[in-house]
């Protein structure tokens, strides 16, 4: 399995964007430098009334599926 951690930081208009049938994915860039490509339906359940922002954890397994994504508290 594979960690990606990466940090986001959208308001809650920039948020409304992943509501949208048009936007399937969100690219990301993690702190190693990785480009990281996110279904947006996996952002959703962190939209607060300010937005999303924070540290984020993906882990996926050998064939990149998603495994957790969860919020990172380091």
């Known amino acids: 399995m594979k960690r990606y951690l990466f940090t986001i930081s959208l308001s809650y208009v920039e948020c ?24 947006s339906i996996s952002l959703r359940p962190f939209v607060e ?11 996926v397994n050998r064939e990149n599926k998603i495994q957790s994504f969860e919020r990172f508290n380091a």
């Open 16 to 39: 409304e964007n992943l509501y949208l049938t048009a936007v399937k994915t969100v690219v990301v860039t993690a702190t190693t430098g990785e480009r990281v490509q996110i279904p």
């Open 49 to 59: 009334p300010t937005g999303i922002k924070g540290t984020f954890c993906l882990t």
